[in-house]
């Protein structure tokens, strides 16, 4: 409780840091925001299984031809969530989430893969099952969504990390979807995030593992503890990132950073998983603004 607690007052004093740095550079908070589009969809894509690299998922946006046969289905998972993504970041804070909302991202997303099932949630018997946990019954997925956003919203006095945390379990655990529920399900998080004035998390492929077991944690003991680990160093690590551009400063890799200044290379990664300095992950690479 206490440590998540700290990572809260961290990530408001990171925030208060941004939106004083962010006055007057409102070209270059789009610039960041257009450069992580590529990052979003491989990193949520991969998590699904995909298996495009970072720069095939960069070539697929900006029509250059890959080196090797890709599915169409995948070419359209990766354009599809692009142009959610792009949306989510102009539009959410003109519309407040509901299930419409949901409805209408997840037709964007699944179009031209299943249109048959794009924009509409499982109906019928249509059942699906996520390792050792099926979802609940058709019948009850809209009722059950509708609860999660009534508890999501009553609880705005609480801290944020919590919040999603727990709002995405809850999502993913009725998987309301025939598709697409897991790219779905970490858009409502930044949806929710930038409503809330807060940046949009990327969660990262290799954190995939714990990502997992956080779910798991979350179907066995109705916990959400490793949850808002992944969630508290997703934005803190977001926060790093557009701080060291925003305040203008040299950003370098962590590698540099520590010959530069004889630290221990793997010491640093250690505090930058940690999230203890200011380092961010961008392409994959570790980086500090100095």
Known sequence: MAKILNVFNKINSLRERYYKASIGKNALIDLISET???????????IENSTLTLEETEKILLQIDLDRFITEREIF?????????????KRAKEQELTLEVILSLHKMLIS???????????KDNEY??????????????VNRLEKMLAE???????NIIKRIARLHLAFENIHPFV??????????????????????INIKFIDRKKYYA?????????ITVIMEEIVGKALTNSYHKRLAYLEGKEIITLADYAKNNKFSHPNLINKANRQTIEAFLEKNIWKIGI
């Open 152 to 158: 999501y919203n009553a609880t705005s006095h609480e």
């Open 128 to 141: 699906v099952r996520v390792g050792n946990h099926i979802a609940p019954s058709p019948q009850e997925i």
């Open 214 to 222: 956080a779910f798991k944690e979350f179907d066995e003991k109705e």
């Open 36 to 46: 992580e589009v590529a990052e979003q969809v491989y990193n949520s894509n991969a």
């Open 179 to 200: 598709d697409g529920n897991g790219r779905i399900g970490r858009v409502i998080n930044n949806y929710l995030l930038i409503r809330e004035g807060f940046v949009p």
């Open 112 to 122: 031209n893969i299943r249109d048959d099932v794009a924009g509409r949630f499982r």
């Open 77 to 89: 998972e990766t354009k599809n969530l692009a142009r959610v993504v792009s949306y989510i970041d």
